[in-house]
Every structure is written in structure tokens, then in C-alpha cells.
T-cell receptor, first 115, second 112 residues
């Protein structure tokens, strides 16, 4: 299994541009999520999905859209990039939504700079 | 707001010494998890402890959980230079819908 993959690894955008960060997992996990990590800080949840066709907002959803048309893919769209969105973005998946036992698997991250 | 808060923010020790990191949280949890992040990389799951467990071991890792104090500790015994990384606690709160909330992490440096 490749686990959780993310593309691209690095991206530079100009303010106002839009782009999509790709995330895919091959573990048949139901639950996927997007986090951002700013320097010296922990991860903050942007959006998450508990299954195909179902998405919900996390802690910092503004400026981002997601969709979940398949179990495998969970793309994150930046609608109009702003310098405040400069960050490292991590996608993660876990096997279910039950209480207690699910380990979260992380992708390698996408380092985004908005000029 | 962050559910988990790690302490200390940074820790520097010599190889062979033990490293202890603490995590405090605010609301009732289903479980608490510890993750490790090497510089510039994604997070790797280390260990999960459920709310009805008090202590758990995995190799050189020992995790304790005190739900009455809403705190957890991660002990790494006989540390190695390769243990140098950031360590994060993450809580799966009862009211979170199985979403994990991460603390800001402890940066551990193990000097050879």
C-alpha cells in the first residue's frame, strides 16, 4: 500500500490564485481530513469527511472547499489564495468513525507559499 | 482553540537519558494519542491510550493517562539521537465526532 499520498509537495501561488491540493489513500479508510500546520504550532483541522459524499468543517475552514466523490480521494481547494494561507498542509485518513481505536495516517505534506 | 497543550515546549537531553513530555487537555476524551514528527515530514502515530486505561507501553515508550487531572505523559527511555523530533498529543474528545485535536508539540533534541 502507498498509504496516504499528497501532491504537489511544494507550491508557490500569487495572491488571488486558486489551486487544488490532492490527497489519496489506498487503505479503504472512511474518514479523511485536512490539517494545516503553521511554524512552531500544532495541526489545525480545516475540513474532514466521514465517507464519500459527506464533508464537514473543522476549526479553520474559511477560504477552503472540499469534496469527497470517492472513498479514495479528498481534494482541498483554495478559492482565492491569501498570504495567511502560507502553511504546510497535511492530509490524513483513519479507518472509521467509531469510538476509541482508530489510528490516523498522515501524508507527507504540501508546503504552500502565497506571495 | 487547542484541546491539548504540551509541556515543555522544548527539551534537550543527552543520549541514554530519559525524556518526559506532558500533555494537558480540557474536555472529556475517548482516547489520547501521541504522534511524532521529524523535521519537514508528516506525523507518525506512536501510541493510543483509551480513557479507561491508565498506562500503556510500546517498546521504549510509556504513556500514562490521568483523566481526573486531564493530563497525560509520554516517557521515552534510553533516548537515542534518532529520537530527535517534535512530539504531539492529540485528543479524541467525546463531543468531537471522532475528530482529533492536536497540541502545539514538544521539540525534543537528543544530543549524541
Amino acid at each position: 500500500n502507498a498509504g496516504v499520498t499528497q501532491t504537489p509537495k511544494f507550491q508557490v501561488l500569487k495572491t488571488g490564485q486558486s489551486m487544488t491540493l490532492q490527497c489519496a489513500q489506498d487503505m479503504n479508510h472512511e474518514y479523511m481530513s485536512w490539517y494545516r500546520q503553521d511554524p512552531g504550532m500544532g495541526l489545525r483541522l480545516i475540513h474532514y469527511s466521514v465517507g464519500a459524499g459527506i464533508t464537514d468543517q473543522g476549526e479553520v475552514p474559511n477560504g477552503y472547499n472540499v469534496s469527497r466523490s470517492t472513498t479514495e480521494d479528498f481534494p482541498l481547494r483554495l478559492l482565492s489564495a491569501a498570504p495567511s494561507q502560507t502553511s504546510v498542509y497535511f492530509c490524513a485518513s483513519r479507518s472509521g468513525t467509531g469510538i476509541g481505536t482508530d489510528t490516523q495516517y498522515f501524508g507527507p505534506g504540501t508546503r504552500l507559499t502565497v506571495l | 482553540s487547542q484541546q491539548g497543550e504540551e509541556d515543555p515546549q522544548a527539551l534537550s537531553i543527552q543520549e541514554g537519558e530519559n525524556a518526559t513530555m506532558n500533555c494537558s487537555y480540557k474536555t472529556s476524551i475517548n482516547n489520547l494519542q501521541w504522534y511524532r514528527q521529524n523535521s519537514g515530514r508528516g506525523l507518525v502515530h506512536l501510541i493510543l491510550i483509551r480513557s479507561n486505561e491508565r498506562e500503556k507501553h510500546s517498546g521504549r515508550l510509556r504513556v500514562t493517562l490521568d483523566t481526573s487531572k486531564k493530563s497525560s505523559s509520554l516517557l521515552i527511555t534510553a533516548s537515542r539521537a534518532a529520537d530527535t523530533a517534535s512530539y504531539f498529543c492529540a485528543t479524541d474528545a467525546e463531543t468531537s465526532g471522532s475528530r482529533l485535536t492536536f497540541g502545539e508539540g514538544t521539540q525534543l533534541t537528543v544530543n549524541p
